[in-house]
């Protein structure tokens, strides 16, 4: 249904129904806003059912595409002009009192905090709360975001600020990875509040593991289905990208069959682009820059092609690229495939 009518009032009133019942987010990919239809007299009567405030609140913060844009942000206050663009996230109650202005998000970077019992791995997305008062000693066994100046610039580090005797030390929570002493011309520029979940910031996260036919797709993004855009295995639709796989290829499929997309293990997906693809290029940029960009790029995936629907398997973040035309990337999933999800779409023999 796509056409909803107020008596006595001319026009097609859906949009504006759905946004006085359930808010501003009615119709956002990922909502579950639910409504009932109702026969008076031959006419159907629309009613809402859950209320506005029912699902999770979301906040509008500030996303930066690196540490050091973040430090240099913080230097100049000019935020705004630093982003890469803003991102809704999904705050839990207590969350709901602090200024989003006092906040901020970057995708983790390398693996050297990947370690202990909240690990962070590359890709994941942080965060972050801007410390703008207090010494180094108030934030003692915190994760901190520093910024080292120097004669050739500055660099900054997500690190563990430990105190040992008199002086302070940056750990990091992979043991691999050496301590760095505390220096004077090292600044505390944030504090990481918590490593963020892909339900916090993906409103599609709660289809992961279900399965859409290809022409389902676009109204999760709140779009209707173009054959001659979706038909694609890469589908752009920013800030998103949607990919489109079919694991087993053979001879019967129009293009593809050369490519060797797979998975790993239950946390890695390697891709290969359209032959048309090379890192240089847009279609390359898009897929390659994703955590400078801000882009979110959603990953469907299907056996065979004779399996008329994909299974959704939620973000992946970009690790490593090789060749060109076509280009390989292997993709880490935010959320790694359940037993069942795997076992439907590994490989079969």
């Not at 002493?181 to 490593?195: D, F, K, P, T, Y």
Request: net charge neutral; with cysteine; glycine share 8%.
């Amino acid at each position: 249904m796509n056409v909803a009518t107020i008596p006595g009032q001319p026009g097609n009133a859906l949009h504006a129904l759905l946004r006085s019942w359930f808010g501003p987010s009615a119709g956002h990919p990922g909502t579950h806003h639910q409504v009932r239809l109702r026969n008076a007299d031959g006419n159907f009567v629309l009613e809402p059912v859950a209320a506005a405030g029912s699902e999770p609140e979301a906040t509008v913060i500030p996303l930066f595409p690196s540490y050091q844009v973040a430090c240099g942000a913080f230097g100049t206050k000019s935020w705004s002009e630093h982003t890469a663009r803003t991102m809704e996230v999904r705050v839990a109650t207590s969350e709901r009192s602090v200024d989003p202005s006092k906040r901020f998000i970057c995708f983790a970077r390398g693996d050297s905090m990947d370690g202990g019992a909240d690990p962070i791995k590359h890709g994941d997305p942080l965060l972050f709360e801007w410390v703008e008062r207090g010494s180094a000693r108030d934030y003692t066994g915190e994760r901190v975001l520093v910024e080292q100046s120097g004669p050739s610039g500055t660099a900054p580090a997500l690190k563990i600020l430990e105190r040992e005797g008199g002086s302070y030390q940056l750990v990091s929570a992979n043991p691999n990875v050496a301590p760095v002493r505390g220096e004077r011309n090292m600044s505390i520029v944030a504090r990481l509040v918590r490593r963020l979940e892909q339900a916090d910031i993906n409103p599609l996260a709660p289809h992961i593991g279900e399965v859409f036919k290809r022409q389902d797709v676009p109204s999760l993004f709140g779009l209707e289905h173009n054959p001659g855009n979706w038909q694609s295995g890469h589908v752009s639709i920013p800030p998103h990208v949607a990919l489109f796989v079919t694991l087993t290829k053979d001879g019967t499929m129009a293009w593809g069959a050369e490519y060797v997309d797979h998975f790993e293990d239950a946390e890695r997906f390697v891709w290969s682009s359209q032959t048309s693809t090379s890192p240089d290029g847009k279609k390359g940029r898009e897929i390659l820059d994703a955590l400078e960009t801000g882009t979110s790029i959603h990953l469907w995936a299907r056996q065979k092609k004779t399996d008329i629907a994909f299974t959704y398997c939620g973000l992946v973040v970009p690790i490593l690229h090789a060749g060109s035309k076509p280009m390989s990337v292997t993709f880490r999933l935010l959320t790694p495939l359940t037993s069942d999800v795997w076992s439907r779409l590994r490989s079969r023999t």
